[in-house]
């Protein structure tokens, strides 16, 4: 499986962003996706993630704190893709976005970054104030 993100770039303080997760050659219906992020000199974070879905679980969602109210994770089936929408950006959220996917993961609040196995190679967000 190939993950690829696409839609970073550069927006001011309060602009938005949308992220899209794809993968190649397959859906990624029944992977559970999270969105890794990895600032200058900081430990890579997770900031959300969504559950497979179809039968694995419920495609339930999950969200840092930090980005709760602000950010929003969803599959585009008919895209087959995963999309992370970020609104009200700060320059805290300035980083590389990595998305990442595991085969009928669930739970994927709890999940690590060593629990996937798939990465995209990452794209830039950058928030200035």
């Known amino acids: 499986l190939q993950v690829v993100e696409s839609g970073g770039g550069s927006v001011q303080f309060g602009g938005s962003l949308r992220l899209s997760c794809a993968a190649s050659?397959?859906?990624?219906?029944?992977?559970?996706i999270k969105w890794f992020r990895q600032a200058p000199g900081k430990e890579r974070e997770g900031v959300s993630c969504?559950?497979?879905?179809?039968?694995?679980?419920?495609?339930?969602?999950y969200y840092a704190d930090s980005v709760k109210g602000r950010f929003t994770i969803f599959r585009d089936n008919a895209k087959f893709t995963v999309t992370l929408q970020m609104n009200s950006l700060e320059p805290e959220d300035t980083g590389t976005y990595y998305c990442?996917?595991?085969?009928?993961?669930?739970?994927?609040?709890?999940?690590?970054?060593?629990?996937?196995?798939?990465w995209g190679q990452g794209t830039q967000v950058t928030v200035s104030s």
């Open positions: 050659p397959l859906s990624l219906r029944n992977y559970a």
């Open positions: 990442a996917a595991e085969w009928a993961l669930s739970s994927c609040g709890s999940t690590s970054r060593h629990d996937y196995g798939a």
């Open positions: 969504i559950d497979s879905g179809d039968g694995h679980s419920d495609g339930s969602t």
